[in-house]
């Protein structure tokens, strides 16, 4: 019963966010114009998209590991790139729609997060090239925002939150929001995990390349991908584990 109340919440709560999303950029559009115009383009602005668009080279992983296509994955991950966090919103509520009545006394982010019937089979092949591409990924973030500092002083004053600022921030924290979740589910305790969310709050991207690295570095050789996606605690891994040996 409680998983059921779950299902039903994360639903709303995705839907809720997509709507505001999509209402902002309408709103935003509507007040200030267009977003393809070069005198919006402040450096602090451009290293905001920077950071928004790292986080969505990591949800476009997860998309690309939970499709059964590459056509999918490509529709799917243009439709990120495109309308970011309106559309993170979209493939999650399509992704707990997908799943089951039967399924539903599972915990729900166990079932959103892994591949349906591909639990078992998908391994760690790519794990290295995973870790190298989210260090890459991770250092250059650090290095933009640096950059950024040094030659454009803080962000934090008022003059930078104008309103295409503001939307895409608001686009941005709706992706980290998403990313948190995952961290919730996947750290053990608490305190972890508060700090985790905490790191991706101040330092953005830059905290979702160190943790997926993170995750990536803990699994041996002999573990599927997906045990970077569950906590040690899933009847999912467990089972699947049982399945294996």
């Known amino acids: 019963m409680g998983a059921s109340i779950s299902f039903v919440l994360y639903r709303i709560l995705f839907v809720v966010l997509g709507c505001f999303m999509v209402g902002t950029l309408i709103y935003t559009t509507v007040t200030d114009g267009s977003p393809f115009r070069a005198e919006l383009l402040i450096p602090w602005l451009i290293t905001t998209l920077i950071d928004f668009y790292v986080n969505v080279v990591a949800l476009s992983v997860w998309v690309a590991y939970k499709e059964s296509s590459w056509v999918s994955s490509v529709i799917w991950i243009v439709l990120l790139v495109c309308f970011g966090s309106a559309a993170t919103c979209a493939y999650i509520v399509a992704k707990l729609f997908e799943i089951s009545i039967q399924d539903s006394t599972q915990d729900p982010m166990d079932l959103l997060l892994v591949r349906k019937g591909q639990i078992v ?125």
């Open 121 to 245: 089979n998908m391994k760690s092949s790519y794990v290295k090239y995973g870790k190298l591409i989210f260090t890459i990924l991770g250092a250059f973030m650090v290095a933009v925002v640096t950059y950024t500092v040094v030659t454009d002083g803080s962000p934090f004053r008022k003059e930078l939150l104008t309103p295409w600022m503001a939307a895409t921030l608001i686009d941005f924290y709706i992706n980290v929001f998403a990313i948190s979740l995952w961290v919730a589910h996947k750290e053990t305790t608490w305190i972890s995990a508060c700090i985790w969310i905490i790191f991706l709050i101040c330092l953005g991207s830059i905290t979702t390349c160190t943790y997926i690295v993170v995750q990536l570095s803990r699994l041996s050789s002999q573990d599927s991908v997906y045990h970077v996606l569950l906590n040690s605690s899933s009847r999912i891994g467990a089972n699947a584990s049982t399945k294996k040996f």
